[in-house]
């Protein structure tokens, strides 16, 4: 502490000190009072407005729900017997959706309502209203997840046959409305389809249908892989790659838009379809042939040449035979060419992996009118950031088109509001604090000022020595002379403090006392 401070502290304790008891007491009843005042105030600005999450647990389904409460370190009470579990009004949606996503409860709950039936109602009616109230109860919990707009929720119960069985199983669909640039994650879609499920008697998450107002199945990638390969075709894995093959492209061609258009003035869809299939290539390329050989082989025969018959019936009319000495004789020569040529080949042997670009569907939108001119330009540039090959099949379009911007002002609007309504709470109560500070300064001011002041005593006052006759006066003396004269002049002598022990035992021992006196009278007498 530096030495003004230090000057304080003092001050304040000397005054402390030189208060009664009682000030004392009435200022420590004081803080204390203006103390409770500030803690019960912030206590009640602060305090959690508790409200019912799940209600008519049984104990082993409300410990596995405060055991995963614990574990999102979210405040939360019991009620009812510890049938009721009570958490802050503004974590009751997101903790029903985050505890459904760990198919938690495992077991069905009841959702707080209040219902009111009348007397002539049937049991049909009164089923009606009990499923028309999940319903919205449901639609209500869907709608405070991030990103959903609005919901509905429609829950199909086959009613029972004539002698109460069941052939058909529940089932439900919910359709979302999305806001403009929202997406809901795979573990969201998962965690509406099992806090459906699970509020339905009969219901499995598999019979809940989540659908956007684009008409896109979510629920279809959010299934196990025998599940999903039923629906679509595809694995859960091979789903996963094609959204984060297709996110990635979106992400850098968005942030390229954003880049040249600014922020919030294009819209980018990607969809990307990929080939999981493995294959291998083998492929033999030849070059030019090359001379390495030639061979020429050259042969040369003679001989007579037989007697020939003509064909037809010429040669079947007999003749007269005629004997002759003259014969044909016939030379023949051949010349055979063998070359050979050596040509250089290249095989090939190729391994195809899984997870290549099989076709690639880019959608943008642009938030103003653009012409042919800066379409063209705009399907250039988002061409080649996407890697778009036309020759493959891919497909690119881009619209200019203003956007609707309701939605986002409706947000905007309420998220200001929402800023005033908790600026305006948090300067109420720092107003209300600085009042009870300000009312305790001026008390204690007050207190400090109505201190009664100590009698001023002057350094050195001149007093005369002696009174006489006459005005002669003896040289003045000081405050502190004239007191240690006092003093000395009140000194006690030998005779009052005899007196004073005489006095003090004739209270404690009045016998002893009596024997004395009794003694000193004798010895006067004597």
Same mark, same amino acid.
């Given at each position: ?30 803080v204390?009072?203006?103390l ?158 099992? $806090?459906? +499920?699970?509020?339905? #008697?009969?219901?499995?998450?598999? *019979? %809940? &249908?989540? !659908?956007? /107002?684009s008409? @896109?199945? $979510?629920? +279809?990638?959010v299934? #196990?892989?025998?599940?999903?390969? *039923? %629906? &679509?075709? !595809?694995? /859960?894995?091979? @789903?996963?790659?094609?959204n984060?093959?297709? #996110? ?6 968005q942030?390229?838009?954003? /880049? ?5 003035n ?16 083998h492929?033999t ?18 001989g007579s ?57 880019v959608?943008?939108?642009v ?55 908790q600026?305006i709470?948090q ?9 009870v ?16 002041k ?17 005005v ?19 000194e ?29 009278m ?5």
């Open positions: 502490m530096n030495e003004q401070t230090q000057q304080w502290v003092s001050r304040l304790r000397q005054w402390w000190s030189g208060q009664s008891s009682s000030k004392r007491l009435r200022l420590g009843g004081l204390a009072l203006t409770a005042v500030v803690i019960a105030g912030w206590a009640f600005v602060t305090s959690p407005n508790w409200q019912p999450l799940y209600t008519n647990l049984n104990p082993r389904t409300a410990g596995q729900i405060t055991a995963e409460l614990n574990t999102l370190k979210t405040p939360y009470q019991l009620a009812n017997g510890g049938s009721t579990i009570e958490v802050p009004k503004k974590d009751v949606n997101q903790d029903r959706v985050t505890l459904a996503d760990q198919n938690i409860p495992s077991s069905n709950v009841g959702l707080p309502s209040s219902l009111s039936f009348s007397i002539g109602e049937s049991n049909q009616q009164i089923q009606a209203t009990q499923l028309a109230t999940l319903e919205a109860t449901l639609e209500s919990t869907i709608n405070s997840i991030n990103g959903v707009r609005s919901s509905r929720v429609l829950i199909n119960q086959p009613a029972p046959g004539l002698f109460g069985e069941t052939t058909a199983q529940a089932s439900a669909s919910v359709f979302v409305d999305l806001t403009p640039g929202s997406s809901l994650s795979a573990g969201q879609v998962r965690g509406v389809m099992n $806090l459906v +499920a699970h509020s339905v #008697s009969g219901l499995a998450p598999k *019979g %809940v &249908s989540v !659908v956007d /107002q008409g @896109l199945v $979510l629920s +279809a990638g299934l #196990s892989n025998t599940q999903a390969q *039923g %629906v &679509s075709g !595809v694995s /859960q894995s091979e @789903l996963a790659a094609e984060s093959v297709a #996110s990635a492209i979106r992400s850098n061609v942030n390229m838009l954003t /880049q040249v258009l600014g922020p919030g294009a819209v980018v869809q990607v969809s990307a379809i990929l080939n999981f299939n493995h294959s291998t290539v492929s390329q030849y070059g030019k042939g090359v001379l390495a050989q030639q061979q020429v082989q050259t042969s040369a025969s003679s040449q037989p007697p020939s018959t003509p064909v037809g019936t010429a040669g079947n009319t007999p003749g007269v035979t005629t004997t002759t000495s003259a014969s044909g004789t016939n030379t023949a020569t051949s010349k055979t060419t063998i070359t050979r040529y050596d040509v250089n080949s290249t095989k090939t042997v190729q391994t195809v992996p899984a997870g290549q670009v099989q076709r690639l569907t959608a943008v939108v938030n103003k009118k653009i012409t042919a001119a800066e379409a063209k330009s705009l399907k250039s540039m988002v061409a080649n950031a996407a890697g778009v090959n036309f020759k493959a099949g891919d497909q690119l379009s881009v619209v200019g088109m203003p956007f609707n911007r309701t939605a986002v002002n409706q947000a905007l609007a309420s998220m200001q509001k929402s800023q005033r309504s600026t709470r300067g109420v109560a720092a107003l209300v604090a600085l009042v500070l300000i009312v305790l300064f001026l008390m204690i001011r007050r207190t400090i000022k109505n201190r009664p100590a009698a001023e005593v002057p350094q050195s006052v001149t007093l005369p020595t002696a009174v006489g006759a006459g002669d006066f003896q040289e003045p003396m000081s405050v502190a002379d004239l007191l240690n004269e006092m003093r000395a002049a009140k006690p002598t030998i005779s009052d403090a005899a007196r004073q022990r005489l006095d003090d035992m004739a209270k404690n021992d009045p016998e002893t006392a009596a024997r004395l006196l009794k003694a000193w004798d010895e006067e007498n004597s």
